[in-house]
């Protein structure tokens, strides 16, 4: 399975991304409530978590899909599976490289506490699927499982994305 980040580094990619936020712009706009300065703060905080999601994959953690929530209060929905185990050192090596990102800090912590927690818990029922980290008031992280009949029928579904 070849190696995708949410943000590729190309021109073309650059493009795509500054269609989101304008797209995320024009939905803000679309919110009377919100001032222009308020907006603008919005974007620039999407802006952020768009920037350290490739500094979350080096971690082991593969972005499958962002959900910008155009409300209020505002919300960003992530949802990521762990590709990788890497071992603490590797991680407080990234940990230390990125600590001026907080966003990054935020991210990490939350998908490292998660993994932990999920594998603690076992059914065989139901076989793990994602964690979803919901950057709003307050945050909120959701370990996702789903039924093992039906796992293998998303796998194909997601094969044909």
């Known amino acids: 399975m070849p190696d995708k980040s949410i943000v590729p580094e190309s021109s073309k990619s650059n493009n795509k991304m500054d269609n989101v936020i304008n797209q995320l712009k024009s939905g803000l706009s679309k919110i009377g409530d919100l001032g222009t300065n308020t907006k603008d703060k919005f974007v620039n905080y999407v802006k952020d978590i768009f920037d350290v999601l490739p500094l979350i994959e080096k971690a082991g953690f593969r972005t499958n899909r962002l959900i ?9 929905e992530i949802h990521f599976s762990r590709v990788t185990e890497f071992d603490e050192n590797h991680i407080q090596k990234l940990m230390d490289e990125y600590a001026n990102k907080k966003m990054f800090k935020l991210i990490l912590k939350g998908l490292l506490m998660s993994n932990e927690f999920q594998s603690k818990i076992s059914t065989d029922d139901l076989i793990f699927s ?3 980290i919901e950057i709003s008031i307050p945050p909120k992280i959701s370990i996702k499982y789903l039924n093992k009949d039906i796992a293998s029928l998303h796998k194909i579904e997601t094969e044909f994305d």
């Open 130 to 132: 994602e964690t979803c």
């Open 68 to 76: 910008v929530g155009v409300s209020i209060p505002p919300s960003v």
